[in-house]
């Protein structure tokens, strides 16, 4: 790295431009410094995916959408911000903890990086967490996998984390044989 800087401060993430050697080459790119996310597909005994419909401002929609949230406590591990998140977005928690996917989802102009976990065995944490600002107004709902599965597939489920997740978790049970569960 040559040089490092940033170049617009936002409120959540930051506009950085640096400039490095590649090859024999100088070479200057900005990209979005983003503190990463977690998410969260948490399935039900009955396999029903928790889902939260919440307004997103940059694309002016209401998505349908996994719990997930920012990387935004230092130095707190993945899990333990997924399980945070689990709680404050959908009052919930989970005995049953695993990684699902792991991943980048803009390489070319954001430095986001995305922990997806699956969660099941889960209950209510018996609390209403206080939510603020566009969290205030999120609905909480639980859907069938199967239904969620088609919903990606055919273009109703628009968020990419969401799709994301959903498509791996139909992976994960196609290679276990579970088909769909």
Not at 1 to 25: I, P, Q
Not at 43 to 72: C, K, M, N
Not at 76 to 94: C, G, M, N, V, Y
Not at 134 to 146: Q, T
């Amino acid at each position: 790295m040559l040089e490092s800087e940033v170049v617009f401060d936002g409120a959540v993430w930051h506009v950085r431009r640096d400039r490095f050697r590649f090859g024999n080459d100088e070479l200057v790119r900005d990209y979005v410094e983003h503190p990463g996310a977690v998410a969260v597909l948490a399935v039900d005994d009955d396999d029903r995916v928790v889902l939260i419909t919440q307004y997103r401002h940059a694309s002016g929609i209401w998505f349908w959408e996994l719990p997930a949230g920012l990387r935004d406590v230092a130095d707190e591990p993945l899990l333990d911000t997924a399980k945070r998140e689990l709680a404050e977005e959908a009052d919930l928690r989970a005995s049953s903890w695993d990684s699902l996917i792991d991943y980048f989802p803009s390489t070319g102009g954001s430095s986001e990086h995305v922990a997806i976990f699956r969660a099941s065995d889960i209950e209510s944490t018996g609390e209403t967490f206080d939510r603020q600002g566009e969290e205030a107004e999120l609905e909480v709902h639980r859907v069938p996998f199967a239904d969620v599965l088609e919903a990606c597939r055919d273009g109703r489920m628009r968020d990419g984390l969401t799709v994301t997740a959903v498509l791996a978790e139909h992976a994960r049970r196609t290679a276990n044989g579970h088909g769909g569960r």
